[in-house]
């Protein structure tokens, strides 16, 4: 299973494991700690979902799916345009 690179989509800041990010009361959250990245966004105090996250270095909020950078899906492997070899004639 392919993992995507998680960073700032501003910055490039990565997470730590030990980042925390709080569900904050000032909007209506449960004032839970947590990575906000082994849940998706999803607080696991209450269950709410943020879809924006506020990065820990530039302090610039940026849309939490925005986070998430997959790698380009493999085309072919090498060893597979290898079987593709052409007949030579001589
Ligand atoms: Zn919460
Ligand atoms: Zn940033």
Partial sequence: MREPEIYCPQ???RPLGTSR???TPKMG???TNW?????GGVCPG???RWEITACHACRKF???RDWY???EPATHSE???REAEEPVSR
Avoid: I
């Fill in 11 to 13: 910055c490039t800041w």
């Fill in 21 to 23: 990010w709080l569900c």
């Fill in 29 to 31: 959250g449960c004032g």
């Fill in 35 to 39: 990575n906000t990245f082994w849940t």
């Fill in 46 to 48: 209450c269950g709410y």
């Fill in 62 to 64: 940026s849309l939490h």
């Fill in 69 to 71: 950078h997959w790698p």
């Fill in 79 to 81: 060893q597979h345009e």
